[in-house]
């Protein structure tokens, strides 16, 4: 018997952007059957874009959104989060679980022109599992990939995996010209995507030009599409109205004065991105669970979101947000605002006089705000919290190295919720500072994974949640709301759940 992939109920996605109030400028956006001139460069303002270009090197999760401009991926996902076909047109899961076909396309080359087939498929796949390779650890339950035909491949799976395929729609499924695999490729990328990287600033601006030969030439709205990196919400605010840019990364500062605009069109939604504070469970006084509860009885989350997120965010409880299949409703108020309780906490183990600690905090405005707002909170529990705002590009670096013992960060939402559990809370993941786990967390995620139905999977993943936030290994605080702002000539623009994809993407002529 074949068994496809479940798919998240596209209302998912509409139940989170229906939660954030989405809403456009006055103009709206450009007519949708728009002629668009592919002549016209898409100018965009992002606040990162990646540490290497290198999709299976790279330590960070977040590079992926712009890397996936360049790198095809075997499976896509849709704007709910959905896997969608990619450079593998189909697929199937045999009876026991273990072995996953992949049907390929035909007649894809990458950027050098090497032929993409199953052998490319298998050597990129034991590339991302080499040791030094941040994506090995996601796929771990890879026995092996056999090749049946340059068009078919069989992953053989050592238990089932039913993380799987939205992981393959991430980092570990980017595909890399075998030919290239000697290069650079944390500078110079070679890939089978949409665009390729003409020229760079590395961590400014990246000029990528469309691949003339790629499969779906539908997907590729402008010639050139233009990637810069600019950090403070109100510069691409102002960049987009000035018309230094036509498409900019939403920010909560800026979605009011954008949507008081006429010629700008906001496109927000909430996702799976999350602004929260990590522990690092080695240093201060974070080995104690109470000391971990008392952090989250002290804050008041809805206090922080009207504070420094201009109420354009949702409350976290847990690592995914209400509406999203893993979402456990049973987490919505386990740590209510009660700095009491949190007093209480501190004094059960020694430390009614309370405690110190130094957090590394990304800085920006908006996060530093929260920090102080969150300091503030602290306080009235007797915790003393001294801020450090690390740069954008050295703090997750910083933090796992040892640095600070805690931080306050952005997360982003990965393809499958295994992924991002996998890069923060696994004891050997370098995403995690503290190099351990709760008790049952990989029982838990393991027994998740081993399932291939949506709904029945979701009912696992909300148990490591559970395990995790029982822990209180991390405080979340808000999921906030992404997409983008665009002129209202921008055409096709619409934002995912999971990493904007730009898809048809273009200017109207």
């Not at 606040?47 to 790279?58: F, I, R, V």
């Not at 997120?309 to 947000?321: G, T």
């Not at 456990?328 to 183990?349: F, G, I, R, T």
């Not at 923060?424 to 995620?445: C, H, I, M, Q, T």
């Amino acid at each position: 018997m074949k068994r496809g992939i479940a798919r998240i109920a596209g209302a998912v996605a509409l139940v989170l952007m229906a939660a954030c109030g989405a809403g456009n400028g006055g103009n709206g956006p450009a007519d949708p059957n728009a002629e668009i001139d592919p002549a016209q460069p898409i100018v965009y303002q992002n606040s990162w874009a990646a540490s290497s270009l290198d999709p299976h090197k790279t330590r960070l999760g977040a590079d992926g959104l712009f890397l996936a401009m360049i790198y095809d991926r075997l499976v896509h996902r849709d704007t709910a989060g959905d896997p969608i076909p990619g450079l593998a047109e189909s697929w199937e899961v045999d009876d026991a679980g273990t072995a996953v076909t992949f049907h390929l396309r035909e007649g894809v080359t990458f950027h050098d022109g090497a032929t993409f087939d199953a052998e490319a498929v298998k050597l990129n796949i034991a590339r991302a599992m080499e040791p030094d390779s941040g994506t090995a650890p996601l796929l771990e339950t890879v026995e092996s990939v056999e090749v049946i035909d340059p068009q078919t491949v069989v992953f053989h799976l050592e238990i089932p995996d039913g993380s799987l395929i939205l992981t393959l729609s991430d980092l570990p499924g980017m595909m890399v010209s075998p030919q290239a695999f000697g290069e650079d490729l944390a500078t110079k990328p070679v890939g089978a995507g949409r665009y390729t990287l003409a020229e760079s600033d590395a961590g400014a601006r990246y000029l990528l030009e469309a691949y003339p030969a790629y499969w779906d030439p539908e997907s590729v709205g402008a010639d050139t599409f233009e990637w810069q990196v600019v950090a403070d919400p109100q510069t691409r605010l102002n960049a987009i109205s000035s018309g230094d840019a036509n498409l900019i990364q939403v920010s909560t500062t800026i979605v009011a004065p954008a949507r008081a605009r006429n010629d700008l069109v906001v496109s927000a939604q909430n996702t799976l991105n999350s602004h929260t504070l990590n522990f690092n469970r080695t240093k201060s006084e974070f080995d104690k669970l109470e000391v971990r509860q008392a952090v989250l009885y002290a804050m008041n989350r809805e206090e922080i979101i009207a504070g420094a997120l201009d109420n354009e965010a949702a409350v976290a409880s847990q690592p995914f947000p209400k509406g999203y299949f893993a979402h456990n409703a049973e987490l919505e108020n386990l740590y209510p605002h009660d700095p009491q309780k949190a007093k209480d906490l501190l004094a059960s183990v020694g430390l009614a006089d309370g405690f110190s600690f130094e957090v590394l905090v990304l800085n920006v405005a908006q996060m530093v705000r929260e920090a102080e707002i969150i300091k503030a909170q602290l306080a009235e529990a007797g915790i003393d919290m001294t801020i450090t705002p690390v740069a954008l590009a050295d703090l997750s670096a910083a933090f796992n190295r040892g640095e600070g013992d805690a931080a306050m960060n952005a997360w982003a939402g990965r393809g499958d919720p295994s992924l991002l559990l996998k890069q923060y809370f696994d004891a050997e993941a370098p995403g995690n500072p503290s190099k351990s786990s709760p008790d049952g967390f990989d029982e838990a995620l393991t027994a998740a994974n081993s399932v291939y139905e949506t709904g029945e999977r979701g009912t696992l993943l909300q148990e490591v949640s559970r395990i995790l936030m029982e822990d209180a290994v991390y405080a979340p605080i808000a999921f906030f709301h992404q997409g983008g702002i665009a002129s209202n000539t921008v055409v096709g623009y619409e934002p995912y759940l999971v990493g904007d994809e730009f898809r048809g993407v273009g200017v109207a002529k």
